[in-house]
């Protein structure tokens, strides 16, 4: 993949998709700065990951640390070349009637307004150099209707309005903006979920199984490498043919 010397910032990368992502680019080539709230985590990951790995922790739903952390990824690896928004809240699980008001708003700060800052706080840049590419994480909730979850299907499917806003509005200047669809991937995400769902999970895939992140992780990394040029406002699935199949 087209990604050595790039510098490729994600959220949400303390864990999960986003840790496993940051693997799969510096193993490619690539320069990360890794944003999420547990500083030690990100310490950690980078100790691992090497000089190629820098950290700004933040809560992406506060938009001045967000901004900082930004503007600190630029200040440490220079000028953001990919910027993959994967960090989300999971919201409350209950139904609409009874959907907290100020966990609705929570999420939709995290999973929606937080990447709108984020995307009008680099999309200058990489306008003005004619190059760059966005990704931002869906969801299953994204695509379809989902019941209990309400502030989160919303939010979700709001990103992927955003996403396709975006790329539409700046095709033609040299920027990407894809959507990565997950389906059922194992991450900390699904910890609290107990072995029936998992099980019900794995059985509502036709692969017959969870994902891993380093699934997710190759297929983000693509969508970020310049190797997926001619590729914009798109939502790539990696669920195991979910969302492409029919189950009678
Ligand atoms: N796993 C799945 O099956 C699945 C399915 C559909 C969609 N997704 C999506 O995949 C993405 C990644 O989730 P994951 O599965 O990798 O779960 P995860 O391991 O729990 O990762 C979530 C990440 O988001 C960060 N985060 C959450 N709230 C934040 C905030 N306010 N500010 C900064 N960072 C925040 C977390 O870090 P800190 O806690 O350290 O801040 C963590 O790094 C999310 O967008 C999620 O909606 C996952």
Redesign the pocket.
């Given at each position: 993949m087209s990604l050595a010397g790039k510098h490729i910032v994600i959220?949400?990368?303390?864990?999960?998709?986003?840790r496993a992502t940051a693997d799969v680019l510096v193993e490619k080539g690539a320069k990360v700065t890794l944003?999420?709230?547990?500083t030690e985590?990100l310490e950690a990951a980078c100790g691992d990951l090497g000089a190629a790995a820098c950290f700004a922790a933040?809560?992406?739903?506060d938009r001045a640390q967000l901004l900082a952390a930004l503007d600190s990824a630029i200040a440490g690896h220079g000028a953001i070349d990919g910027l993959f928004l994967?960090?989300?809240?999971g919201g409350t699980f209950t139904g609409i009637c009874d959907y907290p008001e100020d966990s609705f708003e929570q999420v939709l700060t995290?999973n929606l307004r937080s990447p709108f800052w984020a995307v009008r706080h680099v999309l200058p840049a990489m306008i003005a150099r004619g190059a760059g590419t966005i990704l931002m994480?869906g969801?299953?909730a994204s695509e379809r209707g989902m019941a209990g979850n309400a502030g989160y299907v919303v939010a979700k499917h709001g990103l992927r309005g955003l996403a396709m806003a975006l790329a539409a509005e700046v095709a033609g200047s040299g920027v990407r903006c894809n959507l990565v669809v997950?389906g059922?991937?194992e991450?900390?995400?699904?910890d609290d979920v107990p072995e029936q769902g998992r099980t019900a999970m794995a059985g509502r895939t036709p692969q017959g199984r969870i994902g891993t992140?380093r699934e997710l992780a190759n297929v983000a990394a693509f969508l970020l490498s310049d190797d997926a040029s001619h590729v914009t406002a798109q939502a790539w699935a990696v669920d195991g043919g979910l969302l492409g199949t029919l189950t009678l």
């Open positions: 959220t949400g990368a303390s864990t999960g998709i986003g944003i999420a709230r547990r985590l933040a809560d992406v739903g994967n960090a989300a809240s995290v994480t969801s299953l997950p059922f991937i991450t900390p995400m699904l992140p």
